[in-house]
Structures are given as C-alpha cells and as structure tokens.
C-alpha cells in the first residue's frame, strides 16, 4: 500500500459569510523571514521546521516520514524555492538530489570558515 503525500490542509476561511460558490480559502505559507503568511495559492514546496528541509510535496522521503507519524506537526509549506533557500531550508536529498550537494558543499566551506575564524580570534 502506498501513501499518497497530503495536500497542504491548514486552510482559514476568507469569510464567514455564506457564499453562492464554493468557500474561498487562505493557505498558510512560510515566508523568507520564516513567518507565517496567508495566501489564496497553496505552496508548490513542503518543508520540515525542525530539520530545515524543504522538498517536492510528492517527496518519497516525506510520506515515509508521514507514515511514521510525528512529522505533520512540524511541516511547513513554501510559494517557491527562493522562498526556501532565503528562509534558511535547504534542498531534500531524496527528491532534489540534483540540488543538494552544492547545499551541502556550501554548508561545510561556511563551518569551516567560522571554526577559522573562531580558532584566530582565540590565537589573537
């Protein structure tokens, strides 16, 4: 049995007024300052805010996490990946493969930059 990755669910009514169309609905998105904001689009990306990940809402890696339970309460949704690259997530190894060694690669020349610097600040 598969299992399919859910849909971004966290909707707020527009209005409470009854309509003659369907209800229009807000979903709520990170933004690049990682706040939350409302927006009538649902995100085309899915991301984890603990870990700081963020991948396609399709994303083999995520319904296995789903599945497991635990991970929903901590799942977030992004309008674009520059959206999530300047909120400070990075790409998903599973389902951006193409994308996450420079992430990764980049990740370590910044640790190692700052180990530097914090060993000459101590040396100096």
Do not use: N
Request: net charge positive.
């Amino acid at each position: 049995m598969t299992t399919t990755p859910r849909t971004p669910t966290t909707t707020v009514p527009v209005s409470e007024e009854p309509t003659a169309g369907p209800p229009s609905r807000l979903y709520r998105l990170l933004g690049p300052d990682r706040a939350p904001t409302l927006s009538p689009v649902p995100g085309t990306l899915g991301g984890h805010r603990r870990s700081r990940i963020y991948g396609r809402l399709d994303c083999p890696g995520a319904a296995r996490a789903i599945a497991r339970g635990g991970y929903v309460t901590h799942r977030v949704f992004f309008a674009d990946e520059e959206t999530a690259i300047a909120a400070g997530y990075r790409p998903c190894a599973v389902c951006l493969r193409e994308r996450y060694p420079c992430a990764v690669c980049l990740r370590e020349r910044y640790l190692r930059w700052k180990t530097s610097q914090v060993a000459s600040a101590a040396a100096g």
